[in-house]
């Protein structure tokens, strides 16, 4: 298989999900040999964010994140319903 | 070619000017990156480059300029830029404006750091080639039918085509380290937490880091020296000791880690073994023997926790606020990650997946715990084979392998990077060094040691 960018047609696009699912399987199995029953995940410190109040956008910040919008409409971003 | 040092030197008592520094650069992009060569590392350059450069030029007058004054530094296209397209390169994002600068950004600006464009990348960094850009591949400038490496394709290559002094590129299973090793420059995965990822576009929280790369050892540290620093906007960055790109000496008290992993090409065993055996012998270093559990298991740990956070990371990405949808406009490598990761979410419940693949995580940073107990850094390649020719048909198996070497280090959270060590077929070979998390000032004094002896 050529790792080349290409689009992705409907019959590759169910292989792809079976290749997946064979791999995760594969690399699941191989970690099932180890004794993983006693392993305690460390606490990591300061994963909790504090969400203060946020900080204030500058006054282009709108327009910018508005321009990348594909569908709007004034004030809002336009999403069609159920097609997401 | 000079030295970033020297490069630095020559900046900042006037003898270059930051203008004249950008032009050449500019005109080397202009001769072989979408022609001559057609490298292809960058896929926006910034157009108002020159502008910036006459302001550095000003401060550096003044005697105000920053620590990179007039460096020219290329940014992957997964670190927000304002004013830059960060397309992650992908036709998902192909019209995506920066709407703000990643924390790394505005430390560079405040530096006085001249940010000349984006790079090429592997389309959201899956990948570890730099041909699954929606964009094309980008080409090794040390050998140019071949692969980068990647996901950091174009920063690399930034660097190595003599496009920029600095790159920046992220690191989440070798990202940075392995184009850094295939394409001969020096490319450094900070331990996690040292640099703030606000603003970068994520493949795997729980794994990424941005990183520096360049030419030098120097250049690489001054890079991270700038962007490392808690940030309140990443809950997991810490603040660690400094980093001091002037004190890069290690010493003689050093206990170098050897590690010995099978299925390495011979030839780039044989190249770093006597590397670190001529250091050894120049400083006085000592070198132990040591064996690292459950490192062999790093590939299979590594990809069950990426493609959950990969495709937990990629619901945004919904078409709506930004861009299209992404399973209807991205490659192939994209998508098997995406359906991998929703399999895996789907089948949860049982722990078989992602709650095994954390556990091994931990073990895996346990042995890593316990060695640095014993020596003061790990070595070993950067990259078990030499880089395919692009376009070369490969399992996807044996594509995940190029990470075999450097995912240990992103699972266990310590720092790393890849230094030049030589060429075989005319083919770069990078040496791998890891140090404990936060130790970066270690690992790159033993760097700078190395690289010094030519």
Request: glycine share 8%; hydrophobic share 35%; proline share 3%.
């Amino acid at each position: 298989m050529s790792y080349l960018w290409h689009q992705v047609s409907e019959e590759e696009r169910e292989e792809i999900r079976k290749e997946a699912k064979r791999i995760l399987d594969d690399f699941s199995k191989k970690l099932a040999s180890l004794k993983l029953k006693d392993v305690v995940l460390q606490d990591k410190e300061n994963l909790g964010r504090i969400e203060g109040s946020g900080t204030t956008p500058d006054s282009g910040f709108k327009e910018r994140m508005f321009a990348n919008a594909p569908n709007k409409n004034k004030d809002a971003i336009l999403a069609e319903k159920k097609k997401w | 070619m000079v030295s970033t040092e020297q490069k630095l030197q020559l900046l900042k008592s006037g003898k270059l000017s930051a203008v004249d520094n950008v032009k050449q650069f500019l005109s080397a992009i202009d001769k072989d990156d979408q022609k001559g060569k057609n490298i292809n590392a960058f896929l926006e350059l910034n157009k108002n480059i020159l502008e910036e450069a006459k302001r550095v030029d000003e401060k550096i007058k003044k005697d105000k300029a920053g620590k990179l004054a007039g460096l020219v530094i290329s940014v992957k296209s997964n670190i927000n830029t304002l004013g830059m397209k960060a397309t992650c390169a992908s036709k998902v994002l192909d019209n995506y404006q920066s709407t703000y600068d990643a924390a790394v950004i505005e430390k560079i600006r405040a530096e006085d750091g001249l940010i000349i464009g984006m790079t090429n990348m592997d389309e959201f960094a899956c990948g570890g080639s730099g041909e699954t850009s929606a964009f094309g591949p980008t080409k090794n400038p040390a050998s140019l039918e071949r692969i980068t490496g990647g996901s950091s394709s174009g920063a690399a290559a930034s660097v190595a085509a003599g496009f920029c002094d600095l790159a920046l590129g992220s690191d989440t299973g070798g990202s940075i380290r392995n184009p850094a090793s295939h394409c001969g420059v020096v490319g450094i995965k900070p331990s996690y937490g040292l640099v703030s990822r606000y603003g970068l576009i994520d493949l795997s929280m729980s794994l990424d880091q941005i990183g520096p790369l360049s030419q030098d050892v120097f250049g690489s540290t001054l890079l991270l020296s700038v962007i490392a620093g808690k940030d309140d906007r990443d809950a997991i960055s810490q603040q660690s000791k400094s980093i001091e790109y002037s004190k890069l000496d290690s010493g003689n008290k050093i206990i170098v880690g050897r590690l010995k992993i099978k299925d390495i090409d011979s030839k780039i065993q044989k190249l770093i073994d006597v590397r670190v055996e001529e250091a050894s012998k120049k400083y006085g270093w000592k070198i132990k023997d040591i064996d690292l559990s459950f490192v062999d298991l790093a590939i299979q740990t590594y990809y069950l926790l990426v493609y959950v956070e990969f495709f937990s990371g990629t619901r945004r990405f919904d078409g709506r606020r930004y861009g299209g949808k992404i399973e209807e406009a991205c490659g192939p490598e994209v998508l098997r990650r995406i359906l991998g990761g929703s399999e895996i979410t789907k089948a949860e419940y049982g722990g078989k997946y992602y709650d095994r693949a954390l556990k091994a995580k931990q073990l895996i940073a346990d042995a890593f715990a316990k060695a640095f107990k014993d020596v003061d850094c790990i070595v070993m390649p950067t990259v078990p084979k030499l880089p395919h020719n692009i376009g070369e048909k490969i399992s996807v198996e044996s594509m995940y392998a190029y990470d075999a070497l450097t995912i240990p280090a992103n699972l266990a959270g310590c720092c790393a990077l890849s230094l030049p060590a030589g060429k075989i077929d005319g083919v770069p070979v990078g040496l791998q060094l890891m140090s404990d998390k936060f130790e970066e000032q270690t690992m790159l004094s033993i760097a700078s040691m190395i690289e010094k002896l030519g």
